[in-house]
């Protein structure tokens, strides 16, 4: 048996697609019943909250194998998991974490990240760490501006990175759930295109018809105000504002081949991703 935390988010959702697919037998984890709308129906559900260490047990039981998400900062989620995974006799952890783990000097994001590999790996449960770069559907970001002024703001400039569609990451996931030999591997996941942040936008032109100015922001602080106009907490902006100065530096960015090893096939594109998702830059 299967357990997937985050199965109402974009990855937990096609990885669920993914392993109904292939005819695995699994379990989703959700908080809220009713955000599992949508979810295969062939999947079991149960009501936990990874925040809650007394609800978890029923979700664990019979599991075998783990694929852990969890969001925010902190790494309390993560070692309710793997305490309720230990005692539940899991024999294997898919985690996802961040390319972020792997900079220099690590950024604060990257810091939230690998407390929470350290503590996979110090359960003793074989585990398999996945490190996906920046997500293509990080775009929609944008979109708001796109459609109601016709312009996108440029905090990274001549930094380039290599998006990758949360779609990939689902099915590298699958893979590695239902496939043997992963265990112990760290796997770092990228699209298969290196972009600026105005390539990007050229592309999403292109998708919807339109002309859209990329307008370069005077400070990062400009950007992370854009983003969370109502504020966003101290710290979850000191790191974006750090990430995106590192992002501007990175002139290189950085590209592997691990989607197509492991799936046998090349990354979806980002073009592809703009086509599908199109309408909504659309203007309203």
């Not at 379990?27 to 990874?50: H, I, M, N, Q, S």
């Not at 998708?207 to 983003?227: F, H, K, L, N």
Request: hydrophobic content about 45%.
């Amino acid at each position: 048996m299967l357990l997937v935390t985050g199965a109402t988010g974009n990855i937990g959702r096609d990885l669920a697609r993914d392993l109904a697919a292939k005819g695995a037998e699994f379990r989703v984890l959700v908080r809220d019943p009713a955000r599992a709308a949508g979810l295969p129906a062939d999947a079991e559900r149960v009501v936990a909250d990874l925040g809650e260490p007394a609800t978890l047990p029923p979700a664990f039981a019979g599991a075998d194998r783990l694929f852990l998400l969890t969001a925010g900062i902190g790494t309390e989620h993560t070692a309710n998991a793997v305490a309720a995974a230990r005692a539940a006799g899991v024999r294997h952890i898919v985690h996802l974490s961040s390319m972020t783990v792997i900079g220099d000097p690590v950024p604060a994001m990257g810091r939230w990240h690998h407390a929470r590999e350290e503590i996979v790996r110090a359960s003793g449960i074989p585990a398999t760490i996945l490190r996906p770069g920046a997500f293509m559907r990080n775009a929609l970001e944008w979109a708001a501006t796109v459609r109601d002024g016709g312009y996108v703001l440029d905090p990274s400039g001549p930094g380039r990175f290599a998006p990758v569609d949360t779609a990939d990451i689902a099915a590298v996931a699958a893979a590695v759930l239902t496939e043997d030999g992963h265990e112990g591997r760290t796997y770092a996941l990228t699209g298969g295109e290196l972009f600026t942040l105005a390539e990007q936008v050229e592309i999403i032109a292109a998708a919807i018809g339109r002309d859209i100015e990329v307008r370069q922001t005077s400070t990062p602080e400009e950007a992370v105000r854009a983003r969370f106009p109502g504020g966003a907490p101290r710290e979850l902006a000191d790191a974006i504002v750090e990430w995106y100065a590192l992002m501007r530096a990175d002139t290189a960015g950085v590209r592997t081949g691990t989607v197509e090893r492991l799936l046998r096939r090349p990354p979806r594109t980002f073009a592809a991703w703009c086509e599908r998702n199109a309408e909504l830059f659309a203007p309203t």
